[in-house]
T-cell receptor, first 113, second 114 residues
Framework: DAGVIQSPRHEVTEMGQEVTLRCKPI?????LFWYRQTMMRGLELLIY????????DSGMPEDRFSAKMPNASFSTLKIQPSEPRDSAVYFC???????????FGPGTRLTVT | AQSVTQLGSHVSVSEGALVLLRCNYS??????LFWYVQYPNQGLQLLLK??????LVKGINGFEAEFKKSETSFHLTKPSAHMSDAAEYFC????????????FGSGTRLSIRS
């Protein structure tokens, strides 16, 4: 299996621009998680889906952030408009219930100038 | 709500020495506990997990951890450190089988001295 795939691996954008991060989970996995990692705040869960349905988005920082999962093989995290404080590494992870191991993608390093 | 505290943001040991990374948790129900490792510029990968049963669990790369309910701890150990163990280690907790998400600690960076 190819593992969790994220694109792009690096994104540099200017403040105010829209940013879209993409994730392809491992085939057959029914849970998908979006995390943000920064030096200051560590690893934060933003939102997670079960069978393509958002279950808990309490970690989404504000209305500028949105996430979708139109089908079992694709999810997006969108930031609009982006701000410098959104600079972080964003990880996508997936797992297959009833197992507990989450498989992480390589992450997208976002820099907002 | 559950939480995880990792004592020491940075631990440095000599190659061949014992590795001990500390983790304490808080949970209102019997927890599931995890250790993940993150190598530079990579995502996290599972080292080991405790759900039920034997309290001493063994993971990959020679690591093990012991669940101690009375101490609310789940410390990670390895008898002999190797240079390749240098990485960031995260302890995590979930509230048992009814929970879908896990909460990560702040991480401990492990450095190995030659």
């Amino acid at each position: 299996d190819a593992g969790v795939i994220q694109s792009p691996r690096h994104e540099v954008t200017e403040m105010g621009q829209e940013v879209t991060l993409r994730c392809k989970p491992i085939s057959g996995h029914d849970y998908l998680f979006w995390y943000r990692q920064t030096m200051m705040r560590g690893l934060e869960l933003l939102i997670y889906f079960n069978n393509n349905v958002p279950i808990d988005d309490s970690g989404m920082p504000e209305d500028r952030f949105s996430a979708k999962m139109p089908n079992a093989s694709f999810s997006t995290l969108k930031i609009q408009p982006s701000e410098p404080r959104d600079s972080a590494v964003y990880f996508c992870a997936s797992r297959r219930s009833p197992g507990w191991e989450q498989y992480f993608g390589p992450g997208t390093r976002l820099t907002v100038t | 709500a559950q939480s995880v505290t990792q004592l020491g943001s940075h631990v440095s040991v000599s190659e061949g020495a014992l590795v001990l990374l500390r983790c304490n948790y808080s949970s209102s129900v019997p927890p599931y506990l995890f250790w993940y490792v993150q190598y530079p510029n990579q995502g996290l990968q599972l080292l080991l997990k405790y759900t039920t049963g034997a309290t001493l669990v063994k993971g990959i790369n020679g690591f093990e951890a012991e669940f101690k309910k009375s101490e609310t701890s789940f410390h990670l150990t390895k008898p002999s450190a190797h240079m390749s163990d240098a990485a960031e280690y995260f302890c995590a907790v979930s509230e048992g089988s009814s929970a879908s998400k896990i909460i990560f600690g702040s991480g401990t960076r492990l450095s190995i001295r030659s």
